[in-house]
């Protein structure tokens, strides 16, 4: 498994960009996909976008197509999710989350090393 620690997050205002990163610590950070998924309180965690072994090979939820930009950086050790045109209903604790394997995934059960997430706040 990898260590994950999210950073980044913050209060911006209906259209403003946000950049969050996610500095990776352990296991060969090349042998994993990696994705971003967000929360809100009592709810389940819902996929935001994923990325796997080269940053050609993404995927999205279709609620932020367009908007959002999964990349990874093996040398770093980091994942960005760069976000524009930011909306009220993006406001979530954004977690990264780590999973073996080579194709970037959607699901869930494909991550098994989670970060504590960061707060991202969009007011209107």
């Known amino acids: 498994q990898v260590q994950l620690e999210e950073s980044g997050g913050g209060l911006v205002q209906a259209g403003d960009s946000l950049r969050l990163s996610c500095a990776a610590s352990?296991?060969?950070?090349?042998?994993?996909?990696l994705g971003w998924f967000r929360q809100l309180p009592g709810k389940k965690r819902e996929f935001v976008a994923g990325?796997?072994?080269?940053?050609?090979?993404?995927r999205y939820a279709d609620s932020v197509k367009g908007r959002f930009a999964i990349s990874r950086d093996n040398a770093k050790k980091t994942v960005f999710l760069q976000m524009t045109n930011l909306k009220p209903e993006d406001t979530a604790v954004y977690l990264c989350?780590?999973?073996?394997?080579?194709?970037?995934?959607?699901?869930?059960?494909?991550?098994?090393?989670w970060g504590l997430g960061t707060q991202v706040t969009v007011s209107s």
């Open positions: 989350a780590a999973g073996f394997g080579s194709l970037a995934s959607k699901m869930e059960v494909h991550y098994d090393s």
């Open positions: 352990g296991n060969n950070l090349s042998d994993y996909i």
């Open positions: 990325v796997g072994w080269i940053n050609a090979n993404t």
